[in-house]
Every structure is written in structure tokens, then in C-alpha cells.
T-cell receptor
Framework: NAGVTQTPKFQVLKTGQSMTLQCAQDMNHNSMYWYRQDPGMGLRLIYYSASEGTTDKGEVPNGYNVSRLNKREFSLRLESAAPSQTSVYFC?????????????FGSGTRLTIV | KQEVTQIPAALSVPEGENLVLNCSFTDSAIYNLQWFRQDPGKGLTSLLLIQSSQREQTSGRLNASLDKSSGRSTLYIAASQPGDSATYLCAVKTNAGKSTFGDGTTLTVKP
């Protein structure tokens, strides 16, 4: 009963490097989300995918790209990492019709840009 | 724009005490409100979800209430235990389908 799985759990990057954060869910949820969590700023939505084949920008999309590979997987890519992207990144999912359902979160990726 | 506030930012209580955590929001046109628990260095674990048509939800020692008209939700924890120590966050989903998270209340229960 894995729920939402994120990889890697920890990563250190140099400024300018690129990387992809992976997220997979096994609950047959339609919607998936990427958040970042920073001290004093709470959780902020980066991108979301309401259903397979669609993606939309959230509150803080600059510097990121996403891919909804299939119903299970939603990846987040940093093309040219910047120190301001040092954060904890969380992936979440929910069933379609989120009026009646809440979120299930992964355990997070702690990303440091040096 | 929906704003969600959780006060106090930190709370310390002795073991066994009953306590209330608060979540306030500015836009009452909500779909639901969800309470989460986050342990240090971990992800968010869902505790309770209250639909906009509901007044409260209960799970074990936890009871969450919702008053849309006043823009408030409370999470009541009965007979607190050291294992309840964590950060508690609320998330409010508006009718636009987006959620706004509070910054959380960090609870410490002392043995």
C-alpha cells in the first residue's frame, strides 16, 4: 500500500545543473500536484495535472517544467537549478472531483542547490 | 485570494491536556477543509477532511469543526500524548478548485 512515492529523497545540485524529481501513485487518482515547502511561506503549488494529458501552472511555476507521463506518474524538472529553488518538494494526488476528496502526499524530496 | 492563518504558530502543553488548534480563512466559498499532521522531516499525513456541507468530523481523539460563516475551523485533540507532537496544517479548497495551506501550528506535548 505505497500511496504516493517520490524519488529521490535527498539531492544536492550545483547551480545551473538540471534534474528531474519523480512521483508515482498507485491509487488510481486522476489529479496530481507538485508543491514546494519553505519556512515561513507554507506550501505553494508549482504545477498540477487535473487529469492525464493535462498540466497547468500553479502559484510559483517559474524555473520548472512538468510531465504527466501516464496516469500514475508526474515528474518535475528543474532545467537550470538556482539557489532559490532550495526547498522541500512534495508530490500529492487526489481523485477526480476533488470537491469531495482531499490530498494524499508523498514523503518529499529535500533539494539543496549550492 | 484565499488567505489561511493558523494561530498560534507554536503551542506547548503537558501530557493529558485537551487542546484546540485554530485555522482561519478569508473566503467562505469553500469545497472542503483538510487537516494534516507533519512530523519533522516527513511528509503530510491526512487526519480529517470536512466537506463544506458538514459541521464536524471525528477520528479517535481528534475532532475537527467547520464554521464557514465565520471562516474558522478548529482541531480538538483530547487527552494529548507526547506522540501527538508534530506540526498541524490546515488546507482550504475553494470553489475554484485550488487549495491554500496554512503555515501550521507546531505542537509539543511534554511528558
Amino acid at each position: 500500500n505505497a500511496g504516493v512515492t517520490q524519488t529521490p529523497k535527498f539531492q544536492v545540485l550545483k547551480t545551473g545543473q538540471s534534474m528531474t524529481l519523480q512521483c508515482a501513485q498507485d491509487m488510481n487518482h486522476n489529479s496530481m500536484y507538485w508543491y514546494r515547502q519553505d519556512p515561513g511561506m507554507g506550501l505553494r503549488l508549482i504545477y498540477y495535472s487535473a487529469s492525464e494529458g493535462t498540466t497547468d501552472k500553479g502559484e510559483v511555476p517559474n524555473g520548472y517544467n512538468v510531465s504527466r507521463l501516464n496516469k500514475r506518474e508526474f515528474s518535475l524538472r528543474l532545467e537550470s537549478a538556482a539557489p532559490s529553488q532550495t526547498s522541500v518538494y512534495f508530490c500529492a494526488s487526489s481523485p477526480l472531483g476533488t470537491q469531495y476528496y482531499g490530498y494524499t502526499f508523498g514523503s518529499g524530496t529535500r533539494l539543496t542547490i549550492v | 485570494k484565499q488567505e489561511v492563518t493558523q494561530i498560534p504558530a507554536a503551542l506547548s502543553v503537558p501530557e493529558g491536556e485537551n487542546l484546540v488548534l485554530n485555522c482561519s480563512f478569508t473566503d467562505s466559498a469553500i469545497y472542503n477543509l483538510q487537516w494534516f499532521r507533519q512530523d519533522p522531516g516527513k511528509g503530510l499525513t491526512s487526519l480529517l477532511l470536512i466537506q463544506s456541507s458538514q459541521r464536524e468530523q471525528t477520528s479517535g481523539r481528534l475532532n475537527a469543526s467547520l464554521d464557514k460563516s465565520s471562516g474558522r475551523s478548529t482541531l480538538y485533540i483530547a487527552a494529548s500524548q507526547p506522540g501527538d507532537s508534530a506540526t498541524y496544517l490546515c488546507a482550504v479548497k475553494t470553489n475554484a478548485g485550488k487549495s491554500t495551506f496554512g503555515d501550521g501550528t507546531t505542537l509539543t506535548v511534554k511528558p
